[in-house]
């Protein structure tokens, strides 16, 4: 009887480790990044307002324009800019609950999916889906509301492009809780054994609803788990996009060049409740207040100050025309008509 | 001390406290009960229903769960292997896909599979029903998933006083007993609510039986049947039916499995018309299988053929544009009634 | 190839042989078409319908997968969104617990999420039915479980000659097919055969519409409404009671979703009489919403009530003692149409 | 970003080691062992002539006196008894498809589960379950025809004995194929969060039906999965009693202690087809000629006999005992009446 030995990563050399380092992004990137993450939380606050139309001062979910459950995704931007900078449409990508960052990271049409959000005829879907079922097949995104769903869908879509002999890979995203459930084990698993260019990102914002990481889970970070599969397994400990971009480029490139699968978690923050309404009496008080100085886009922005990539008056222009597109999006949303309620009938069957 | 003389004997509950005050219950008079799931310790239950118990029974009997429902829904049959009680919840009813099997394959067949040696007293709890713009995964109500397989119970509280005494008696049952809350009825501000499922409540416990109807309305002209949610709707519409001078019976289905057959067939033989109302999916479904049992029971006595006011035979729909038209209202079953006594004539 | 002048155009098939030959010949014409599920390369799948493939299309397009069932049909919802056919096995319909969020949420749902954007077309191949002493987790139909939940059609061939039509069918169609046979009818020696399963199957492909039913024999007195397995009873049924001078319809269903009502309503109409034979569960399931269709749509022609034959509302017993007694059977629907028409009288 | 570091296991000295090799079972021990794989393996090979009855020439799995699959134990009689040696009544064990030596081991009735498995009236459930639903709750004994679904009671069953401050803990068995199942990777993961006594045994005989192990399982070694729980993993590769003994010991009386769950695989064999009636054509020639020689019955006598700790009396003693109990068994199960078809009815609710 033997105790099982520990399980060896495909192990990278030190200078491997040393041209991580040079796997920093180029300026454009980054301020392709800062972009995108002004739009991104530009984008959360304008919803967060319109969401909060017609429910004060009595909060009822299925008032205002926008109804239903609402997860914001503040505070996680770099987590899909990081992994999105190095894909492109042919890249599969699904999300989960908390897709919204990632939507637009991955480039979905933000009038389009916003008119879903408000349920309008020219939404993504005509008003069928909502903000937790957003479909873009032109950029092959999608997401879902059931938890670690979209893992078998990702591994799907990035075994069908090798098999078609087409360019592509792709990722799902999951949340730090999603890794306890039976989908998170089956899918790495098949991953793995089929060798697939599939790259599965945890974004860890440390709590499932109201119950926190460490209740949850029986290691201390999922990037361990790789090991039950024979994959490699990144930890990233900063919420921070020049380090996720790191990390992302070497597992996609993996990905690419069918060298099979890999898994990441990343620290992040959630900067909301798990969704709008949610008053999180479950979360300590002084994770509560640090949250602002822990918020990642003026800390990044300080970085690019301090490495000379930003100037008073780019950060300025980002600003503007990130709440510029939000603007024209949640102009596109209000004035798009209802559909009719005969529309419910259609699209079930293609 | 739950009924300590000060306190009044009875108190207007909503369903979730009244779900939450049964539970508390059965815990002081029962070691043996504990609750499990998603968010339901600290949170107390994202819809409420187990709103301070932790702090009263502490976390050995107060379990926040991994979101791995199979792993705990299977580690429940197993307590109630041993001597427990255990109540669970899944949040939603809409995520039984993940963990079906350990419902209906273990839970509900491990008395069969034991020959009744080995029993599984335990209560699952879950949410139901849409209507404010949660979309197809998180607005169902899948009534005809969990009572077409054997070996569960299935029980629909329409109101806080069923809902008491149905989880009591659930929680008391030797069997698996679903205990489907719909989230309109359930009293969470944030959800609004159907006022007629906010209603005294004994202090005292006691229970309603699992499988037993209830005639909520006397009436002549047709029998409109509902539980959960549309039982209301049955009712108002029953309001508007009367000010045309029909005078419409409405009934409380309360549990699906067992289905009171008899309550309906005693009912649909007098008023000879009989409209059932669902705001679960049309097909293969309740609605079907309760106008079944009608025709089965009351075939002579039928003087129209019976009708059914259900949720079209499509993913619920997000935009409210889309799924309020479609969810079965009055004006639905006053429609269905006038097209039958027409007819019927 | 499939259709080089020497071979004959016509073979007589089992069921297990014609989805084989489907298989085998939507694989030639499109090479999107791929094959995954348990024990169906090497060995064939454990119900011989994908015998031969690997040998012709290889391990690329025809893959053993580990026992995970959500992992594979969730891929196979990513395969189909990049353009690829899949066609998945689920070994016994009695495993769908462990994998149903990935079947009815996913891969039923996607299409209406989409707004009709990303069609999911897939084939969901299942083994269902008892009567060989399986037990309780090997010997389910659950129909009713699957017909309820929208986004999916639902297919139950009777006979080799369906099979191939509704299996090509199923692979062109741009929606999820779950294409339900039926253990009794496979044509494995091991499993016995029920004969009339077993047909001439044309070696061109053609396709059976699906959502057709089919009227199988002709009659005036009774109409006599099965599928799959039960078909078959209900036309042994027939034949006795036609030695009775009663001159039985007999419907093959085919398609449970869509369920085609006209047909039902037709031939009811014309008869009056109806008996739905179903070998599922008997309550919340395929016979309450066939029975339900009858009476909405054929209540004025209506003689009698009519009746069911299915499976109680109990796992699926081992013993044959307890288990042959109680599937659908011949007898049990004369007896059925016997009282059927005493009532009527 | 930082690589995972490699999952540190609760190692344990080298005087454990040590420790180890003195936890050898004891004379009566092993005879106890190999007399209870003697009767497993004689039941299986009655088992296997009954089912044949009425099944030739003509294979019909509906014909003879017992219908259905039939999957047979031999060969994997080490997992059950080096196991069970250490268990009590008290003690909770959850088992697959394959469960005939276990529940031998474990002390279930054997005229009662032969009664079952012949659909009888006198059997464990009345003739409701048959060969893959045998329950005996004298003896904490259950399995089921899913995979893995014994894992989620077993960790309950654990967890009530805590709970009630009652002695016992649980053990279930799976086979390999079972561990690239949802619920294996959900179970471990709670049982490690809710530190619960309860052990989960892996029988690897390398085949899941015609699938082997290396096409459906991404790590060579399923005891390595434990770290992503951050329990112990343990690998027994030879399908030894006092091997598994020593293993399970271990394993056992952490879980007695309070100290939280264990991950045991042990390479075994698979003698017969996956169910009777299989051909097998999918076994590589060499490994299904190799069966005999590798059987673990033969050896186990043949290590007895070295150390001294079984005679030629004692042998015939013990195969005599065994073939009498396995007779008495089907004499009973064959003379017991057939339920009534109203039995069918009953027991669906207690
Ligand atoms: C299978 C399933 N179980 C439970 C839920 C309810 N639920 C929605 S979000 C959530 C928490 C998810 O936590 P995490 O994966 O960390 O994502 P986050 O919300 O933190 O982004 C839960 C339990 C669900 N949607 N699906
Ligand atoms: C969830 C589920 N999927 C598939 C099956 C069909 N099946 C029965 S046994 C088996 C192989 C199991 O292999 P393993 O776990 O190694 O056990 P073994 O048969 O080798 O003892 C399969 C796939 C099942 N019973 N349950
Ligand atoms: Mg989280
Ligand atoms: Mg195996």
Known sequence: MIRAPLQRLPLRSIDNYEGLITMQPDKTTQLWMLETMLVSRAYEDAIKAAYMEGKTPRFNMADGPIPGEMHLSSGQEPCAVGVCAHLSPADAVTATHRPHHIAIAKGVDLNAMTAEIFGKVSGLAGGRGGHMHLFDPTVNFCCSGIIAEGMGPALGAALGRQLRKEDGIAVAFIGEGAANQGAFHETLNLAAVWNVGVVFVIEDNAWGISVAKSASTAVPNNAERAAAYGIPGYHVAENDPDAIYATAREAIERARSGDGPSLIEIQTLRLEGHFLGDAEAYRPEAERESKDERDPIPRYITQLRGAGHLSDAEEAALRNSAAARVDAALAFARSAPLPLADDALTAVFA | METATQTPTTERLTIARAMATALAGEMRHDPNVLVMGEDIAALGGVFGNTQGLLEEFGPERVRDTPISETAFIGAAVGLASVGMRPVVEL?????????????YNLAAKNSYFSGGKMPVPMVLMTSVGGGYGDAGQHSQCLYG?????????????SNAYDAKGLMV???????????????????????????????????????????????????????LIGFGNTLHTALKAADRLAQEGIDAEVIDLRSLVPLDRD???????????????????????????????????????????????????????????????????????????????????
């Open chain 2, 91 to 103: 949040m939603f009813v809409d995520f039984f896909g993940v963990c079906m099997d350990a419902i």
């Open chain 2, 263 to 345: 309550a309906i067939a005693n009912s649909v033989t007098r008023t000879g018309n009989v409209v059932v109302v669902d705001d679960d999916y049309l097909s293969y479904g309740v609605s079907g299988e309760v106008i079944t049992v009608a025709t089965e029971r009351c075939f002579k006595s039928l003087q129209s053929a019976p009708a059914r006011v259900a949720f079209p035979d499509v993913p619920i729909p997000f935009s409210p544009a889309l799924e309020r038209p479609w969810l079965p209202s009055p004006e639905h079953v006053v429609t269905a009634v006038r097209q039958q006594l027409g007819a019927g004539e």
């Open chain 2, 169 to 223: 008696a659930a929680i008391r049952d030797q069997n698996p007993v679903v205990f489907m809350y719909h989230k309109a009825l359930q009293g969470m501000g944030w959800l609004g609510t159907e006022k007629g499922s906010v209603v005294d409540v004994p202090n005292d416990s006691y229970t309603v039986d699992i499988g037993s109807a209830a005639v909520v309305r006397k009436g002549n002209d047709v029998t």
């Open chain 2, 145 to 157: 998933t969990f009572a077409h397989l054997p070996g569960m119970k299935v029980v629909v509280p």
